[in-house]
């Protein structure tokens, strides 16, 4: 007597990614159901070409509405981060606390043991754990955006996608006759279709308060357009000129102030963490030496990581990192494995 097929639940967006995932499952003899979720009303589009591809791949499909969590979890979130002189990234709060969580209610209502997304990246089994690595193609890898993931969804999740490269996932879709062949990767932020992000915060909230550039040597040196606009790091489109480069090294949102520093000034020997979590649930105890990435597209570096408490480390950093910002999210790595992260403060 043959086997039932395992049910799987596929986030299905119409991209290359999730299209081919359901592909590959469905030729492993899985019986797949994909749901796609409805952030914002940006996401219309998404929820369409989802359907499409749904139809295209013969597979049933659900839209779960997702606007009321998105908005609470990640947009306050990340308006309340810029305002107050952050850089946030919100696919890594989203992810957690709304996409990741909204798949397993999905699946345990559908009755599906195990989960799958179009991400890049590669999952372990070791002993009682599930571990998160980073993805054979380096390139694409999206573990970074992934380490706030508790064993919860990393014990019923698949990545499909795990050991492949994107042009051969195209090639794929494109065997297939499906019209996200060619379709470009999703951009930055999912709910703001014009990626300017300053405006999209600026037609929630109104106008920053214009304020003073500070230069190296401690003077006015100009006017932003409101704090916003800018992140730690930034070196162009400031609108200064003071005859040699300089950089945003600091974003004061208590004094309205931007401060600038000299090119080569932009050197941080250690950080901050705040909100560590990591991938087995047990929170680091005694200093140890890991690799480290300060943003997603950074190369990992080596580094020391001294637990405070549970919840907090201090990350000295072997060679000094540049445009260190707060917000942004420092992932600790074993390898390829990853450990666990938490927010730069």
């Keep these: 007597m043959l086997a039932t097929p395992k049910k799987v639940l596929v986030a299905l967006s119409g991209g290359v990614d999730s299209s081919v995932c359901v592909h590959l499952l469905k030729e492993q003899g899985y019986e797949v159901h994909c749901v796609v979720l409805c952030m914002s009303d940006a996401h219309d589009e998404t929820v369409e070409a989802a359907k499409d591809a749904a139809s295209s791949l013969n ?21 309340e981060e810029y305002k107050n002189g952050r850089t946030p990234n919100p696919c890594i709060v989203c992810n957690p606390k709304v996409k ?21 990246a590669r999952l372990q089994q070791d002993g009682e754990y599930t571990l998160l690595l980073r993805g054979e193609s380096l390139k694409r890898d999206q573990s970074y955006m992934l380490y706030r993931l508790t064993q919860r ?28 062949a060619t379709k470009p990767d999703s951009q930055e932020n999912c709910f703001i ?3 300017d992000y300053a405006g999209y915060i600026e037609r929630r909230i109104g106008k920053m308060k214009t304020g003073n550039f500070i230069s190296p040597e401690g003077t006015v040196c100009g006017k932003h357009k409101g704090i916003l606009h800018y992140t730690v790091g930034q070196r162009k489109g400031l609108g200064i000129a003071l005859g040699r480069p300089v950089f945003v090294k600091e974003i004061n949102p208590k004094t309205n102030q931007i401060i600038l520093a000299n090119k080569g000034d932009d050197l941080y020997e250690d950080t901050i963490i705040t909100k560590v979590t990591t991938i087995n649930g047990i929170p680091f105890e005694a200093p140890f030496e890991a690799q480290v990435k300060i943003r997603s597209t950074a190369i990992p570096t080596q580094a020391t990581i001294i637990p405070i408490d549970e919840v907090t480390a201090r990350v000295v950093f072997e060679t000094p990192q540049r445009a260190v910002a707060k917000g942004q999210s420092l992932v600790i790595y074993d390898g390829d494995v990853v450990l666990g992260g938490g927010f730069i403060s």
Excluded at 102 to 107: F, I, K, S
Excluded at 153 to 178: D, Q, T
């Design 100 to 120: 990741f969580h909204a798949l397993v209610e999905t699946a345990n209502r559908l009755g599906c043991e195990l989960i799958a997304t179009g991400h890049y």
């Design 59 to 79: 597979v049933p499909l659900e839209v779960v509405d997702m606007k009321a969590e998105f908005e609470r979890d990640v947009i306050s979130y990340f308006i």
């Design 193 to 195: 279709e014009d990626n």
């Design 153 to 180: 969804e990393l014990s019923r999740l698949m990545f499909p996608l795990a050991e492949l490269e994107k042009p051969y996932v195209r090639e794929i879709a494109a065997s297939l006759g499906l019209s996200c």
